[in-house]
């Protein structure tokens, strides 16, 4: 895929369906070592080594970019990509290149910054170094913004018929799975097959799958309205199923039930109170009942990237890493852990997954760490 960027193309790779794997203790005996090499990174201040550039990475490597230390920023993709807007690509409102950045064209300004592209398989805390397939990375500072991953709550199998809605490349192969369902059920006599080629059932009742169901209802009920000649889009079966008795539990009661209004005037069933039972390549079982359908799409739940594997520390049922005040891991005051794949208890309640909190985690820590570097004091508490 190329990315278009101001004048520039650039070549854009989705890494993400290489399976983490490997953690500290199985990295192979035959790596190379990456010391600070580069000719323009100082080689006496303080290594900065940040994983990920999603929104928590990314905010605190730009935050980095004037403080005296050294910055590597490593990512499985050369992209930064903006998930809140995945539904569209899924859905073929925008295109990859709308929700998507190259790091190392975001942070080319930062002369004190270096971007790899690599996948990170874990953190030798004792010798602090980050370990890669084929080389690994000292630190003296260590930021994990490794983000979140799908969870199928123990059906990995699920996987294969249900995909998640994390990168460009699940996005993609969503919207050419809708599209597809589309022109098969034009050319398909079978009203039956025809029947399970229009329906489209999400898995999960959060913001996702609202936006992605309401986005599909968008898609059958306007936009390819006119398009067909034996099929009528506006008959598609667009269900959001949930396990739980109301849609977006994390948001409040008026507002789901707006949410909920507005699904039906776009024709989606909404089933509340339903949990999947099983899933495979001819549609879904939901609260005992078989669903006939050719596109099913998991909106249901994330769990924290293992960087709290890596580093062997306590997290939640999420797999979320439990951090300090400072957003620092217990007894590691160097190594801090932010956004979706940290558990950070505020008011008694962890903070949600959302972007905003990244950020902010990811400007808090990256100027604590300029005040230790500069030997200036600094607040100890995040809020
Ligand atoms: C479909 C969707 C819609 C959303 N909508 C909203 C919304 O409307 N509003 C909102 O506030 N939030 C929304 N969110 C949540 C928001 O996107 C996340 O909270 C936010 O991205 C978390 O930022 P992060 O930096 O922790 O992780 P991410 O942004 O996920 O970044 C993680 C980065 O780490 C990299 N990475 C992971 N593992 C490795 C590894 N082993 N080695 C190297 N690199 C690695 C990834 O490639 C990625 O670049 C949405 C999420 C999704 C999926």
Sequence with gaps: ????????????????????????????????????????????????????????????????????????????????????????????????????????????????????????????????????????????????????????????????FAPGLKSITQATGIRRKILLAFEVAEKEPDSEKRRALLTFVMVGAGPTGVEMSGAIGGLAHKTLIDDFRHINPKEARIV??????????????????KARQALNRLGVEVRTSSPVEAIDSEGVVVAGERIAAKTVIWTAGVAASPAGQWLGTETDRAGRVKVGSDVSVPDHPNIFVIGDTSSFTQDGKPLPGVAQVAMQQGNFVASLIAARAAGKPHPQTFR
């Design 1 to 160: 895929m190329r990315l278009q960027h101001g004048k520039d193309t650039q070549e854009v790779t989705d890494m993400q369906d290489i399976p983490e794997t490997k953690t500290a203790n199985e990295h192979p005996q035959t790596v190379q070592s990456v010391e600070p090499t580069s000719t323009s990174l100082p080689a006496l201040m303080p290594r900065v080594v940040i994983v990920g550039a999603g929104f928590g990475g990314l905010n605190a490597a730009k935050a980095l970019g004037d403080a005296p230390v050294q910055v590597t920023v490593i990512d499985r993709n050369n992209h930064h990509l903006f998930q809140p807007l995945l539904y569209q690509v899924a859905t073929a409102v925008l295109s990859p290149a709308d929700v998507s950045a190259p790091i190392r064209n975001v942070l080319s300004k930062q002369k004190n910054t270096e971007v790899l592209m690599s996948e990170v398989t874990g953190v030798d805390v004792e010798n602090q170094r980050v370990l890669m397939k084929d080389r690994e990375v000292p630190y003296d500072y260590l930021i994990l913004a490794t983000g979140a991953r799908d969870s199928y709550f123990g059906h990995n199998d699920w996987a294969q």
């Design 240 to 257: 959001l199923v949930e396990a739980l008795p109301r849609i977006l539990p994390a948001f409040d009661e008026g507002l789901a039930n």
